[in-house]
């Protein structure tokens, strides 16, 4: 919501599905900072496209509007990717990266590009390996005019990915900007712990952390690299914790091994935890081997 309003976006809405309530208890009076916050809540599961048209209707939004995915950490400037959107009179205008691997993502195909934006003829989600138009892939923030309502189906689901840009690429309105921000999808384990350990490195425009809370206990004792170390954890004497994010509460006890995990529970004296994630009611007992490829199917 931050960045969104560096953009110079006043009002956003939140669509949610499962699980609200701690997004209602978060932001109580609506607002978070200068933003006033509107809750769109799905009566039931509708995909990205049925989510968007729903929360957009709720609102009633009538005018050109953002949609940003809540799992992307990006230094993307809306503002401009709204007057490029503006320029080109898009109906829809995306926001693309290129990344090394695009098979795993929407894929995009420009036309006419310049400067980095261009209309889109192809759309292709999660392409097979070398069946990629190009490198670009839908970095997950769009510009909307209210007539893409009209073109999603009203009450079913229906993927924005799927179903409408596709459509609405072979109808020439969607034009993509692609610029080289910074950028992740932390909607998986590993990303989200890179993209909470890159607040440490220097490399986003507007972000960053301390690496270890004030409210945090480190024992003198703890060797800690590359990590970051919530409110009210605790890491006791003669750990070792590397390129790990340890959430607020959290517990790592003496001369445990914690490496590339993320841990909200309890890891206890002498265990060793490496690639795992550790939940909040989670506890590696004393003395025990925690790792990615020793993990049960259900861990």
């Known amino acids: 919501v931050r960045r969104l309003a560096r953009g110079g976006v ?63 950490m990006t230094d ?17 205008t995306i926001h693309l ?10 894929v995009v195909g420009l ?13 292709v989600e999660k392409p097979d390996p070398g069946k990629e138009p190009s490198n670009l892939i839908n970095a997950g923030t769009y510009v909307f005019e209210p007539t893409v309502l009209d073109r ?9 990915e ?8 072979a109808a020439g309105s969607v034009h993509g900007l692609a610029t080289d921000d910074y950028w992740i999808d932390a909607g998986v384990p ?24 004030p409210e945090a206990t480190v024992d003198p004792g703890a060797t800690v690299m590359n990590t970051i170390v919530g ?4 890491i006791e004497a003669g750990t070792t914790v590397v390129d790990t994010v340890v959430l607020p509460g959290a517990f790592i006890g003496a001369r445990a091994q914690v490496e590339a995990s993320l841990v909200m529970g309890r890891v206890e004296a002498d265990a060793t935890v490496i690639e795992a994630i550790i939940g909040a009611d989670g506890v590696v007992a004393e003395g025990d081997h925690l790792a990615f490829d020793t993990m049960p199917p259900t861990a």
Do not use: M, W
């Open 10 to 72: 006043t009002d956003v809405v939140l669509a949610l599905g499962f699980n609200p309530e701690p997004f209602l208890a978060a932001f109580p009076d609506g607002r978070c900072g200068d933003v006033a916050l509107t809750y769109a809540v799905e009566p039931e599961p509708l995909d990205t496209g049925g989510a968007i048209r729903f929360a957009a209707l709720s609102a009633g939004i009538c005018s050109t509007f953002v949609v940003a995915k809540g799992d992307v």
């Open 76 to 92: 993307l400037d809306v503002g401009a990717l709204v007057d490029s959107h503006r320029s080109r009179s898009a109906e829809v």
């Open 97 to 106: 990266t290129g990344v090394d691997d695009p098979s795993a993502f929407g």
């Open 111 to 123: 036309v006419d590009a310049q400067n980095g934006a261009g209309r889109v003829d192809q759309f």
């Open 152 to 160: 999603i189906p009203a009450d079913v689901r229906v993927s924005i």
């Open 162 to 169: 799927r179903n409408t840009f596709p459509a609405l690429a």
């Open 190 to 213: 590993d990303l989200y712990r890179a993209a909470n350990l890159d607040l440490l490195g220097g490399g986003r425009i507007h972000d960053s952390c301390e690496a270890v809370a």
């Open 231 to 234: 409110s009210g954890a605790v």
